[in-house]
């Protein structure tokens, strides 16, 4: 059973960054695909950014394009989102998992953004 452990959210002010960590226990992500997804109050579950078993392929929700990275670390059993130029629309419940055949959720990260 994979655990999947996401942190690093926290408040800031329009403009500033931060970078979410995702780990997995309980079994090797290395042959997975990736993904950030965020929760808005009120709002479903969406995709944010993607990326592939080994790091070379990206993708991106076209609000965040240009602002986040995403990375890992298959060493670490770590996937990343750095988050710049945020804004408050940004603000949610950030999470990590596969890109579909969903693992179970962790419990996300929450980021609030204040104009």
């Known amino acids: 059973q994979v655990q999947l452990v996401e942190s690093g959210g926290g408040l800031v002010q329009a403009g500033d960054s931060l970078t979410l960590t995702c780990t997995a226990s309980?079994?090797?992500?290395?042959?997975?695909?990736m993904s950030w997804f965020r929760r808005a109050p009120g709002e479903e579950r969406k995709f944010v950014a993607g990326?592939?078993?080994?790091?070379?392929?990206?993708l991106y929700e076209d609000s965040v394009k240009g602002r986040f990275t995403i990375s890992r670390d298959n060493a670490k059993n770590t996937v990343y989102l750095r988050m710049n130029a945020l804004k408050p629309e940004d603000t949610a419940v950030y999470y990590c998992?596969?890109?579909?055949?969903?693992?179970?959720w962790g419990q996300g990260t929450q980021v609030t953004v204040s104009p």
């Open positions: 998992n596969r890109p579909n055949a969903f693992w179970d």
């Open positions: 990326i592939n078993w080994n790091g070379d392929t990206t």
């Open positions: 309980g079994r090797t992500f290395v042959s997975y695909a």
